[in-house]
C-alpha cells in the first residue's frame, strides 16, 4: 500500500512539473525566452526608456515581427491571456515598506498584441501593448508612478488581441496600492 503513495506522489510531482513547464514557468527542457518584447516604452529597470531608444523602437516598428516574419496572422487561434500580471498585490507609492516596482507577465498566442490594465473607481490606466514573442510571451517591468497608479484598490485585466480575435483574464486578486 505505501508503495501506491508513493508512485502516486512521484507522479503527480512529474505531471505538476510538466504542467509548469509548458505554461512556461519553468524552462529546464525549452531555452526561457526573451523578457522584454520590442516596442516597449520602459527598459529593463522599469524606467521609461529615453527618447534615443523610444526612436529606434518606432524606426523598426515598435512591435514584434515575428507577426509579419513567420505566418502568424489572424487566422491563429488567440489563446486566453495567462500569466502573473503584477508581481506584487501589496505595492506602495514610497517604496517602503513594499517596493513600487513590478513585473508584469502575459502569456498568449504568439505575435498577439497583449495589455494589462489597471481599473479603479471609473479610472483605467494601461501598460503599452507590446506584441508577444515567438513563444507568446509578453514582460514589462515597470514603476506604479509610471502609469499613473494611486493608492487604492484596483482591478488588473490582461487583454490579447490578434486580428480581430480578443480574449481578456482578470487577475483572481486586486492590487492594493499603499501610499
Not at 141 to 149: A, E, S, T, Y
Request: hydrophobic share 35%; aromatic share 6%; proline share 4%.
Amino acid at each position: 500500500m505505501r508503495r501506491r503513495y508513493i508512485i502516486a506522489i512521484v507522479l503527480l510531482v512529474i505531471a505538476g512539473f510538466g504542467v509548469l513547464e509548458l505554461t512556461g514557468v519553468t524552462h529546464v527542457f525549452r531555452k526561457k525566452p526573451a523578457h522584454v518584447a520590442s516596442g516597449s516604452s520602459f527598459n529593463s529597470k522599469g524606467e521609461k526608456k529615453n527618447s534615443s531608444d523610444q526612436s529606434a523602437a518606432q524606426t523598426s516598428g515598435g512591435t514584434s515581427s515575428y507577426n509579419n516574419n513567420k505566418g502568424v496572422g489572424s487566422s491563429a487561434i488567440l489563446l486566453t491571456p495567462s500569466g502573473d500580471f503584477v508581481s506584487n498585490h501589496h505595492p506602495n507609492l514610497s517604496g517602503s515598506p513594499a517596493p513600487n516596482t513590478e513585473s508584469s507577465v502575459c502569456n498568449t498566442t504568439p505575435g498577439a498584441s497583449c495589455t494589462i490594465t489597471f481599473t479603479k473607481d471609473g479610472v483605467t490606466k494601461s501598460l503599452p501593448a507590446q506584441a508577444a514573442d515567438t513563444n507568446g510571451f509578453v514582460n514589462w517591468n515597470w514603476k506604479l508612478q509610471d502609469i499613473g497608479l494611486t493608492s487604492g484598490t484596483w482591478k488588473i485585466k490582461a487583454v490579447a488581441t490578434l486580428g480581430s480575435q480578443n480574449k481578456s483574464a482578470s487577475d483572481a486578486m486586486d492590487m492594493v496600492v499603499g501610499q
